[in-house]
DNA sequence: TATGAATGAGACTTCATTCAT
DNA sequence: AATGAATGAAGTCTCATTCAT
């Protein structure tokens, strides 16, 4: 059979059409993320994205409503990817945590999400709606994969009993500053250290840190 | 001697004008961790500081001295200050490592220099020069004092070995999160739990964490 | 004959086709009476048309030459049409007058052809050309109209002699005011009053005014 | 005595700040009333005025409030001066129409103001605020001034009965009209008539339509 | 020293026009 | 012939900076 040249190309053309906006907003991330909201011009974005200023206000009516939607449209889908595979874990409670941390830095540390936690920390303020969405959405929700695990090797033996709400910004406060730190401070800092042993190191203290207090005492 | 009234109203106004720079600074920082560099107009600044817009530029060249110049004299005297107390302190290791963080909190969590670390993170990108500075003269000396007391707490035998570089990272990405938080996401958190509290569970569970290992004990 | 029925589908779409220009033109009127030349957006012309933006520059080389077609396209039919019935007219002047009133609002005052003066009054200035054309060809046209008639009952001895051009603008410019105040002002106007009253009133008092004087008869 | 140059040199200043909105709506009205109000460019009437493109932005918070402030500060002046004078006329009712008649035209005709009817034709849909003003806050008040005079004639014997909603109407229809000829169509026009020919003949001719019928009494 | 009116470069945004489909 | 995505020139508006007072 022949193929339709022209549902062919219309075809190809609503592919790109659909794509733009996601290039747009990776684009616009990138951005935001190094120069911040007030100090990127939607000319740059444009330019990064391959297109011209004009086509992005088909897509987005506004600067602010291009920052929702980096926001928004990054981040959900990647985090609901994470829960599902965090849902499929299994082993003891440390061993789901040193998994959990270590794919966490595989999906969020290493990829264009990264930048996200700088961007939110430095437009809070100016973005008063999408910090909040930001915080429910995203930081609450990585708090509780955290605080099952936790809970589970609580009720396991494996951890003390501890504030859950506490030891959870404990244990996350070094990871997303990690990420923070990458995509702003590190490439000033002379003596950047890799950021796996950084992790390693933080999880193996804390977990001896948390740890139940000597199994051997209770069993003498 | 007869007090010289002029002479007397023109010292107020000298110590006036003396303060005015400082006014300044203050002023700037507050609505630079605020709204970031860009979204800060000067005009605000002044208003803020009490002055016209055109006195701004008696004291500063430009919006971007304006910035060097908080980073610089914001910090480095109170920086100064703590390196002082922080030689005073006696005691263990792990006495002197809880000292440091508390007293870090009273000066740098609960001042106005709170917001530097928030500022610099989301600024780096756009003043290099700036963020060079911030890591070598503010980030790198409060390694330091951290390195110093870990050190000397492997020396004592109360810690374990450990890399010192990675460990210092570990045990201060906490302190400044705190920081960075509290001018940031944390007027959206509604769970936001007391920082102290927070500080006390993480120093906790670090020193558990580098504690020397003493298995004699568990066996006695 | 059996019917083409594939020449009939392309008679009805060359029909279609061929309103097309009219269809685009009398969207455009009713836009750049509302909002003007500049105030009007070619997206809107589109729409109200039934077409897409790009279907205009099909018929029309620009955004002016819509605008000189919705002048030229939309007027001299009309015109032409009211000229040829009042030849047709017939009876004393005063007669003619009040018949050539109450036609000209039927024809021009109640259709959208209403909306050609406002237009053309907000828009002089900037295309000159269409305004001398309007003026040549609709407001002189339309002029000698009524000019003939005066002139007819001037020669009749209904009217007593006068400045032909003088009163010509008198008599016409509470016929075009009454147009261009229904498209404009008259929504805004509490106690605005029916406009056959106002017309009848004015036509009263004008023949009134420019009656012969033969106060010898009335007493005889 | 030696003047105070400095507190001179402040007045002259601030005079010049004064006069500075008065400016700049002049402009704006010379402007708006030749070329619309959205084919008008800032930048133009900042230049007419003798100011930069962000001075406008000191006295006006956006084009269209400039638009509002030439609709309402160019008319309540001049219109109460305008009701002042016309309070200390004297006479029988056609001789106060008659100087009302030309005064309107001294004050209105012949000065800027007389682009404001052309210019809230054009843009009454666009402002339908400043359109409802105008109507209830200028019309309605000339509308009263009319209505005043015919309805002392009406009760001196000199008018006969009419329903003076309308004859007013009838009446300012030439004299605005006249007002909006001039700013628009009138230099396409070859055979333009002069004004106070023109209201000169719709004076006489209307006020013969309307004069008490009482020709028996010429007689007698 | 201090002021704040004035400036104009540069940002965001709109929309007439083009062109691949 | 018809579409509508894409463009970029041009307009509105902001704000760092200057300067007369």
Redesign the interface.
Known sequence: MIPDSDSDGRRRRQRRKAARPQEIIASALELFV??????TKLEDVARRAGVSKGTLYLYFESKEALFQAVVQEMVLPELARVEQEVREFDGSAAVLLQRLVNHWWDVVGETRLCGLP?L???????F?EQ??F???QV?DRARRLFAAILEKGIRQGEFRE??L???V??LM??L???A??ER??A?????C?DVR??LE??L????????AE?P?KRNG
Request: proline fraction near 5%; aromatic fraction near 14%; include cysteine.
């Open positions: 190094d120069r911040g909201f007030a100090g700088k939110m920390i430095a437009e809070a303020a100016n008063p910090a909040r930001y915080v429910e930081i501890m504030e709400s506490v030891a910004r404990v406060a070094p997303v500053f990690a923070i730190w702003s401070l490439p000033f800092d002379k003596e250290c042993e950084y190191f933080h193996d203290t804390f977990l001896r840190g948390i740890a000597t051997v």
